[in-house]
């Protein structure tokens, strides 16, 4: 801008912030491992003054008050010039303050989905909170964030740490000479071990010589860009095909498979053999790879780079790295939104490849590499070859292990939370107890109102368990009282502690007792033994402690739910089935049961006379009454306020009427000193017929037993092609103890 005044500058300026002042010219981000572009970088070029670059008139620009609309002319270029080719990233600079104006904001929806926003290194971070807010609206979208000219201006190590951008580009005065000075490459190779740490992705800028390029690809650096690679453009420019960076390309990926099978080699177990593999593929730039095996039914994280996070504990029903262990073939995926078992951990991954790992030919686990850019088939064909040499290393070293403590406790506790019955749970309880532990038996004795006592037990020495009295189990209690658990030495000739005496005798030659507690307070003991000489470790024993933990919790919750369910299900006054429990029941009847209605007579009259405390006796005795002179197979439900309904097994093949009749006839001679009674219809379905029929018709012969004479029983349609045997039919009944047929004759006042 020599010999120029500054009306001059001002008037360029004005014509470059006017559409099409700017023009925008892209130089490709290379992927040192194999050549491919992965993205671009959007360049300014104002051709005002020929010469002169574009950080000078940013320089006037900031001079003259222009800066920022500058900057917005160079947004709107970059939005006009649309998505790079193939879905590659787009990186474009910009000052931090210009993030949110509302102008910039604007042109979102213009620009690339794939964009990464580079900071630039000309103005300082005062305030990294309002920064990070400011990014956060851009991230939300899909956009990234990379550092520019790192070590450079402001752009210091501080930027990293606040803001956790994905892409650290290392300054041009780094990367030149970098061959030749020692001093450089520690400094590179520091900021590349701190971007593996942190999990950025680095990008050498200003490659311009071959020894330059051979230096940063043997140091590991993941992408680069300079004149050496491929010079800014527009249109895009082409792929870089230079004959030096295939060269050195082929030297290097023969190097780097040496480097890897001399690391497999010295691997003394399967989790060095993964993170060797890991770190080979992260050397290639731009992988994320992940390395599974299954480990206590669960695919579990041996190694990974590139990620902060990895997702852990992964069964073989879920995700891309579960399906390729369960079914033993590769899963490639070019779209995350295609797959419906695409598990997310990271936004913005452009592909994945999935391989399974093999020993003798069966999946042992998994091999998964993640990309921010599309897999090229060099790198596929790299995935593959190292998942088939880490197979055939693992078979040397071996995947299996005993199962941690800590992963059958995990196990255990999957099954034991499954389990709302309580007794299902009590049962389930001693058999993780004694898979935990390794023991081959297990009692489990609860404080149910009573003192301790056996609830169940498991394993071949359960007998000896099952004899042991409420004094052996308060022994026992007492022990572990103020300690977490009490368990046998693995000497054998040891003395007995208290209480254990009855097991001893019973065969037990180890065993381990835990309090089992719900809110703090003794709920119970739970006791594994088994009938050889051992001894537990501190983690089964700290496993085995976790486990009666557990089963406080999951006690106090399965006895809770059993309780919601009776409240559900049950009516308070009678404690017979309510309106719910009827017609969940009717609605799953079997052929030939029926159904009988039962209405209280006058039951108002009752009320009004005696009382509602009265009213409520009537209805328990009634209650009462009905269940005693059922069959057991026979459920009675209390379905409104006096109104009753019994569900008849094999209804179709009794005399419902008679059974019907006996019933009103006892409730009657119980209530007709008040002047009450009870009434009946009964129906027995037709085939194929719904609830709604065949109740309506129940309701309709009880209303005629009510009109015509009450106290009886109408049965709807009925016909004596129902009748059995009399005296068959009522044996049941007629025989009731008189301690169950009382209730419809007592507790009624005169």
């Known amino acids: 801008m020599a010999n120029t005044t500054p009306d001059d500058v001002r008037a360029a300026l004005c014509r470059l912030v006017l559409p099409g002042g700017v023009r925008v010219v892209y130089q490709p981000i290379v992927r040192l491992a194999d050549g491919e572009v992965v993205g671009y970088e959007a360049l300014a070029r104002m051709d005002v003054e020929r010469g002169v670059g574009p950080s000078r008139w940013l320089e006037a620009a900031t001079r003259m008050g222009m800066r920022t609309e500058l ?235 590139g990620l902060w996070q990895v997702l852990d504990g992964m069964p073989a029903s879920s995700g891309l790295t579960g399906r390729a262990f369960r079914t033993g073939r590769a899963v490639r995926l070019a779209d995350a939104a295609s797959a419906a078992d695409y598990l997310e951990a990271i936004p913005g991954v452009a592909a994945e ?119 052996e189990l308060d022994t026992l209690a007492a022990v572990v009282a103020q300690v977490a658990s009490c368990h046998s030495s693995g000497e054998a000739t040891g003395r007995t502690v208290a209480g254990t005496e009855r097991l001893r005798r019973g065969g037990a030659r180890a065993l381990a007792v835990t309090p089992v507690l719900r809110h703090g307070e003794r709920l119970g003991v739970l006791v594994v033994a088994h009938d050889s000489t051992r001894r537990l470790g501190e983690e089964d024993a700290e496993a085995f402690e976790l486990l009666a933990a557990l089963a406080g919790g999951a006690l106090d919750l399965a006895d809770t739910m059993a309780e919601l369910h009776d409240l559900a299900v049950l009516d308070p006054l009678t404690g017979l089935g309510n309106h719910r429990a009827f017609h969940d029941h009717v609605g799953a009847l079997e052929v030939g049961d029926a159904v009988l209605l039962a209405d209280i007579d006058r039951f108002k009259q009752v009320n009004d006379t005696f009382g509602h405390l009265v009213g409520d006796q009537t209805l328990r005795t009634v209650a009462a009454g009905l269940a005693a002179g059922v069959r057991a197979e026979d459920r009675a439900y209390r379905i409104g306020g006096d109104e009753f309904a019994i569900v008849i097994h094999r209804g179709a093949s009794l005399d419902v009427a008679a059974m019907g009749d006996r019933l009103c006839r006892r409730a009657t001679e119980a209530l007709g000193r008040m002047g009450a009674g009870l009434s009946a219809g009964a129906c027995v379905p037709r085939p194929g017929e719904g609830p709604t029929s065949f109740l309506a018709r129940a309701d309709a012969a009880l209303y005629d037993a009510k009109r015509n004479q009450r106290g009886q029983v109408v049965v709807a349609g009925a016909s004596t092609a129902l009748l059995a045997d009399l005296d068959d039919v009522l044996s049941p009944m007629t025989t009731v103890p008189e301690e169950r047929r009382t209730p419809l004759s007592q507790d009624c006042p005169a």
Not at 195 to 214: C, D, Q
Not at 440 to 467: F, H, K, W
Request: net charge negative.
């Open 353 to 471: 490849l999935c391989v399974p790992l093999r020993v003798a030919g069966t999946s042992v686990g998994a091999l998964n590499v993640e990309s921010l850019s599309a897999l090229s088939q060099a790198d596929e064909l790299e995935v593959e070859r190292c998942a088939r040499r880490l197979g055939a290393h693992l078979e040397r070293l071996g995947t299996g292990r005993r199962p941690s403590a800590l992963g059958r406790m995990a196990q255990a506790s999957y099954r034991l939370l499954g389990l709302g019955d309580p007794d299902d749970l009590r049962r389930q309880l001693v058999v993780q107890a004694a898979e935990v532990t390794g023991m081959c038996s297990a009692v489990l004795a609860l404080d149910e109102g009573a003192g301790l006592q056996v609830v169940t037990a498991t394993g071949p020495l359960a007998p000896a368990m099952l004899g042991l009295t409420h004094d």
């Open 71 to 305: 900057e917005l002319a160079c947004w709107a270029a970059v939005a006009h010039g649309g998505p790079p080719p193939a879905d590659r990233l787009l990186f474009v600079n910009t000052s931090p303050d210009l993030l949110a104006d509302p102008r910039v904001r604007a042109l979102r929806g213009d620009l690339p989905d794939r964009l990464v926003i580079e900071l630039t290194e000309e103005h300082a971070v005062s305030d990294y909170d309002t920064l990070r807010e400011q990014l956060s609206s851009w991230t939300a979208e899909g956009a990234r964030l990379a550092i520019d000219d790192l070590g450079s201006g402001y752009a210091s190590l501080r930027h990293v740490l606040q803001l956790e951008p994905e892409f650290l580009k290392l300054d041009c005065s780094l990367i030149s000479g970098i061959d030749r000075s020692p001093a450089q490459r520690a400094m590179a190779s520091a900021l590349l071990s701190f971007a593996r740490e942190v999990g950025s992705t680095v990008i050498a800028e200003g490659v311009e010589a071959p020894g330059e390029l051979a230096t940063l690809r043997d140091m590991g650096v993941h992408l680069a860009q300079g004149y050496l690679l491929a010079r800014p453009g527009n249109p895009w420019p082409a792929d870089p095909v230079r004959p030096v960076h295939r060269r050195t390309r082929a030297l290097a990926s023969e190097a780097e498979a040496a480097r890897l099978e001399r690391l497999l080699h010295a691997a003394t177990d399967s989790r060095q053999a993964c993170d060797a593999v890991a770190d080979h593929l992260s050397r290639r730039g731009g992988l994320m790879p992940s390395l599974y095996l299954e480990r206590d039914g669960l695919l579990r994280c041996q190694a990974q780079r």
